[in-house]
Nanobody, 123 residues
């Protein structure tokens, strides 16, 4: 069983940056595909980014457009999401998720979830 805990959220002005961190415990992540999703105020949960267990496959949601970077350090059981040029529409609760299945954009594929961290982009 994997426990995931996110951190790094907060209030930031438009154009600012944040780095979200996801730390895993319970088992190693070196065979787990990891992703970030976000739940916007309307309730919709969106795919943000994903990185395969090897780090060789990286995927982003269309709205990211070069602003976010996902990375992982399997030795530290950590996945990061560097977010730059933040916009008010990036306001959401951001969730770290993991799966031992093949990569997918679908939330239902992911069996491990963190509790989420709130990101608010506002002046």
């Amino acid at each position: 069983q994997v426990q995931l805990v996110e951190s790094g959220g907060g209030l930031v002005q438009p154009g600012g940056s944040l780095t979200l961190s996801c730390v895993a415990s319970g088992r190693a992540l070196d065979d787990v595909n990891m992703a970030w999703f976000r739940q916007i105020p309307s309730g919709e949960r969106q795919f943000v980014a994903a990185i395969t267990w090897s780090g060789l496959g990286i995927y982003y949601g269309e709205f990211v457009k070069g602003r976010f970077t996902i990375s992982r350090d399997n030795a530290k059981n950590t996945v990061l999401l560097q977010m730059n040029s933040l916009k008010p529409e990036d306001t959401a609760t951001y969730y770290c998720a993991g799966t031992t299945n093949s990569f997918t954009y679908r939330t239902t594929t992911y069996e491990y979830w963190g509790p989420g961290t709130q990101v608010t982009v506002s002046s």
